[in-house]
T-cell receptor
Framework: DARVTQTPRHKVTEMGQEVTMRCQPILGHNTVFWYRQTMMQGLELLAYFRNRAPLDDSGMPKDRFSAEMPDATLATLKIQPSEPRDSAVYFCASEDDGGYNEQFFGPGTRLTVL | KQEVTQIPAALSVPEGENLVLNCSFTDSAIYNLQWFRQDPGKGLTSLLL?????REQTSGRLNASLDKSSGRSTLYIAASQPGDSATYLC??????????FGGGTRLMVKP
């Protein structure tokens, strides 16, 4: 059945290390979002793409975060170097532009930076 | 800036009760409103989506309403079950594909 997939599901790393999270959107969905969820801030939009082009990344710390869509079936979110304050759950979501702008979320990547 | 508030933050009810979760927002210029469910350690599952021009949507035991003029949405759950225990989030879509989330209501349905 069609769903958004994310890898890895869990990641524990040390401060200063590079972290790459991957997302496979639902086939045919043209818009892909990256969100971050923390206890303090709740869910926040980091960036999103439409037809693989970045449209808004204003929610993302530019100095260490980068988001790309190498192709229509893969979105990546990279943190380099990682810091303890980056510990959070990172969600990817995709949306079908031809629909009602309904967003479908992946299971998330739980990142812990020590 | 759009602000989304969900009250109460937590709710505990006995099984079988009908209940209402509330969501209020400050900016009525929205495209749609979505209600999500999130189980502990899991992702978000979309429950209902109400378009800006609609007033309510129903799915099974769930009914969501939208009143843009008063900046409110409610999620009504009929005959609650222990399996309904989760965090419920409302989110508003506005210009620029910006989905703004409320803080959520943690629901516990006791057997």
């Amino acid at each position: 059945d069609a769903r958004v997939t994310q890898t890895p599901r869990h990641k524990v790393t040390e401060m200063g290390q590079e972290v790459t999270m991957r997302c496979q959107p639902i086939l045919g969905h043209n818009t892909v979002f990256w969100y971050r969820q923390t206890m303090m801030q709740g869910l926040e939009l980091l960036a999103y793409f439409r037809n693989r082009a970045p449209l808004d990344d204003s929610g993302m710390p530019k100095d260490r975060f980068s988001a790309e869509m190498p192709d229509a079936t893969l979105a990546t979110l990279k943190i380099q170097p990682s810091e303890p304050r980056d510990s959070a759950v990172y969600f990817c979501a995709s949306e079908d532009d031809g629909g009602y702008n309904e967003q479908f979320f992946g299971p998330g990547t739980r990142l812990t930076v020590l | 800036k759009q602000e989304v508030t969900q009250i109460p933050a937590a709710l505990s009810v006995p099984e079988g009760e009908n209940l209402v979760l509330n969501c209020s927002f400050t900016d009525s210029a929205i495209y749609n409103l979505q209600w999500f469910r999130q189980d502990p350690g899991k992702g978000l599952t979309s429950l209902l989506l109400i378009q800006s021009s609609q007033r309510e949507q129903t799915s099974g035991r769930l009914n969501a309403s939208l009143d843009k003029s008063s900046g409110r949405s409610t999620l009504y759950i009929a005959a609650s079950q222990p399996g309904d225990s989760a965090t419920y989030l409302c989110a508003l879509l506005r210009a620029g594909n910006m989905l703004t989330f409320g803080g959520g209501t943690r629901l516990m349905v006791k057997p």
